[in-house]
């Protein structure tokens, strides 16, 4: 199994230099849980069309490993672990639409001091105290590449998440948030 991984990751790594970018995001429930994303995006496929009316489109699939981080305040801090796949379409003036989903790892770890009693009825300091959960999200977003009528090699994009924690104490919770980022191309 680990030799499968490795070799998907190599292919992955090893696309054109064209098709590879960098994003970087603000994240967070709001502004009083903030946080940065950041992330690796691989095209895997893309097609340019015309349309009917003799415009050109760009539809392009896409791997994006990620990682999520955010503060929840006197609480927790979050990590999520986010690979994302997303379909993107780009019209000629630049404009972007994107959807897609992501199968999440989900990690807290509490803010201040947490204590456990051993066996010996003492009580123990806890390091990295959390809990672990499976953190599925889909997400739909607009954005605008820069590079169409401007020449900048950049684009922006906003984005809202839609996450369900599982499990969320004897449930589950949905969570949503706000991700605004740029995405740089990487040129070799």
Known sequence: MHKFIFLVAC????????SQ???VAYFGESFTHYGLKGGYSITLRSVDKQTKKGRSVSNAL??????AIYRHAHNHVGLIIMPDVSYKRRNQKGRTFETGFS???FRSVLEGKVYEVNEAGELEKLTLA?????????FIGIGKDLSVKKGIQLSWYARLNVMKQIPYNASSLTRFAIELGIVKPLIF
């Open 130 to 138: 959390g809990r672990t959960a499976f953190m599925p999200t889909v």
């Open 21 to 23: 970018e960098l994003k």
């Open 11 to 18: 292919v992955l790594t090893f696309q054109s230099a064209a």
């Open 103 to 105: 199968p999440g790892l």
């Open 62 to 67: 896409a791997f994006t490993p990620g990682l």
